[in-house]
């Protein structure tokens, strides 16, 4: 009987952490984004859904994520593969690279806020270059592509090293009897990284993948540290919502769509980077 009931009451901890902390707030948001005065509603759907910032909000929010998750992914894979080839100066290199993990979202944007804005490094070096004759506001309504790259190499530089940490330890579990038998039988690096790495790699892959994916989708401080109301994202929205409009029925719907959007992307990469049935690393 004991044996049976050990498994039980070893996820015990974790089944109530994640009933108090997870299912308890979100039934809790869920009930706060369908209900108003009247019961059960959509309204704060169509309130949220119909305002004329949401679709801006939206593409926004995906064409972030579209634009810096396969960057971060080539740029992890890249770094974690050098990573595992070095001989001395592994650990070194891999803390020197993770050190962006350390740094809350806010001080990142704050850290590119200061590269970016018009008395910022930027600007100083070019002018020292001869490029401009003075400062310019590289930040602003009326350079939307600047803001919008701003943004992405803040994500890039402050969120990759998440990616890297799980890669590196996937990569780590990968018998290096297979690359033995491959250099053995002829095969360069480009071969080995296509045949042995990446497949070998996929469930480290999807759990980065999806991570990062999540993640992208929640991004906020980076984005009103360097654009504000110049870049609107969802989580923008959430928060003006919440605090600023004080209207918490419509923050908890537009969490709900962040929430459906971020399972929709799991479930995608899952059922892409699906590993077969029997296969192990």
Do not use: C
């Not at 990573?83 to 001395?88: D, F, W």
């Not at 330890?169 to 080995?192: H, Q």
């Not at 969490?255 to 296969?279: D, M, N, Q």
């Amino acid at each position: 009987m004991h044996s049976r009931t050990l498994p039980y009451l070893l996820i015990l901890p974790v089944t109530v952490f994640l009933g108090v902390f997870f299912l308890y707030p979100f039934v809790l948001v869920a009930q706060q984004a369908f209900t108003t005065g009247a019961g059960f509603t959509f309204d704060n759907f169509t309130k949220v859904t119909t305002h004329w910032k949401f679709p801006t909000s939206f593409k926004n929010t995906l064409l972030l994520a579209a634009a810096v998750v396969p960057v971060q992914l080539a740029l992890a894979l890249l770094m974690a593969t050098m990573v595992t080839n070095m001989k001395k100066g592994r650990d070194l290199v891999l803390y020197v690279w993770t050190i962006p993990l350390g740094i809350s979202d806010l001080a990142a944007g704050i850290i590119w806020l200061a590269i970016f804005e018009q008395s910022g490094f930027l600007n100083s070096m070019m002018q020292g270059l001869g490029f401009i004759e003075q400062p310019t506001n590289l930040i602003s309504y009326q350079s939307p592509m600047l803001v919008f790259v701003a943004i992405a190499l803040a994500e890039i530089w402050r969120a990759t090293a998440i990616m890297l940490v799980i890669l590196v330890a996937g990569i780590g579990l990968i018998p290096k009897e297979y690359y033995e038998a491959a250099e053995v039988f002829g095969a360069g690096p480009w071969k080995r990284f296509t045949r042995i790495t990446l497949p070998l790699l996929r469930p480290s892959l999807s759990t980065a993948l999806v991570l990062r994916v999540i993640l992208a989708f929640e991004v906020f401080a980076v984005v009103q540290a360097l654009g504000g109301t110049l870049f609107p994202v969802l989580m923008g929205e959430t928060y003006k919502y919440q605090f600023e409009l004080l209207n918490g029925g419509a923050a908890a719907a537009i969490a709900l769509i962040i929430l459906v959007i971020s399972i929709a992307a799991t479930l995608v990469i899952l059922r892409v980077l699906r590993v077969p049935k029997g296969a192990s690393i």
